[in-house]
């Protein structure tokens, strides 16, 4: 059995649970008028929002790409049946992205006697989407990281497909063939590089092919003030979510030390 401890997460974790969250969210949106793909949920006043901490399958490039098709179209089935209906409140802070849809930490409370739900929370419960954490959203991921761990046991939504599956560190062809996804790799960190741009989570002895994980200088100093180091993960096995790119073998770039999980045996 492995427990995980997330990077970085301790202090956030006592900012904001599932409850505080909910309470918190006191901006109205109104109701939704649908749900489009990426997925965006449009509002009747015509404001867009998308869900601020998650990656959510959107319909892929390839139209040829039947099960990536399937996943988009059940993931905004999903989405629109929990915002239908009700009102929906948001976190106030919420940023703005550059096509002018509001990125937020999302609530629904239903009409009637419901309890308002953490629409984040429910999709990942569902298997609808993946934890993808972020500097704005880090107080809210350990609790979504939980949820995640219970979904794949569920073989529910995403975590039922193979190409979801948690990917070792040394499969570098299979990370070739997943370029430009989102994915979850473990591996060992065999070694840690500093240089004056880059910090690089090297998984291999070579650095040219093997996959790396890498964090920017100034990310780099933002962590050590949350008391991350990176030189500590060095000979830890670790989970690191994200987009994997391919640069002197693939890679994952680090903008939220909620990216990286330590990997240890319950003794």
């Known amino acids: ?17 599932a409850h505080t969250l909910i309470q918190g969210a006191s901006h109205q949106f109104g109701m939704a008028r649908d ?15 998308r869900l601020a901490g998650l990656a959510i399958p959107a319909p892929p490039r ?21 915002v ?26 239903a009409d009637g ?34 949820l995640e761990a219970g979904a794949p046991r569920a073989k529910q939504g995403l975590c039922a497909l193979d190409r979801n599956a948690v990917l070792e560190a040394w499969a570098t062809r299979k990370l070739r063939s997943r370029e430009n996804t989102f994915q979850l790799v473990e591996g060992e960190v065999q070694a840690v590089a500093e240089t004056k741009r880059f910090t690089y989570l090297n998984f291999g002895k070579d650095w040219r092919t093997d ?12 962590f050590k003030k949350q008391g991350f180091s990176a030189v500590s993960l060095k000979g830890k096995r670790v989970r690191v979510r994200g987009w994997v790119r ?19 045996a319950d003794d």
């Open 1 to 17: 059995m492995l427990l995980v401890s997330v990077q970085g997460a301790g202090a956030a974790e006592k900012v904001a649970c």
């Open 35 to 49: 749900v489009t793909d990426g997925p965006v949920i449009l509002l009747a006043g015509g404001a867009k929002l």
């Open 62 to 82: 390839d139209p040829k790409d039947g099960v990536a098709a399937e996943s988009a179209v059940a993931a905004r089935a999903h989405l629109k049946s929990l």
């Open 84 to 109: 239908t209906g009700g009102t929906l409140r948001a976190v106030p802070g919420f940023r703005t992205d550059r096509r002018g849809r509001h990125m937020v930490q999302l609530v629904v409370a």
């Open 113 to 146: 006697e419901g309890a308002p739900k953490w629409v984040q929370a429910e999709m990942v419960r569902a298997g609808q989407a993946r934890v993808w954490p972020s500097q704005r959203t880090a107080a809210c991921t350990g609790g979504l990281l939980k």
């Open 211 to 222: 996959f790396t994980a890498t964090i920017s200088a100034r990310t780099a100093r933002r």
């Open 246 to 264: 391919y640069a002197n073998g693939p890679s994952i770039s680090v903008r939220a030390a909620e990216q990286i999980e330590v990997l240890t």
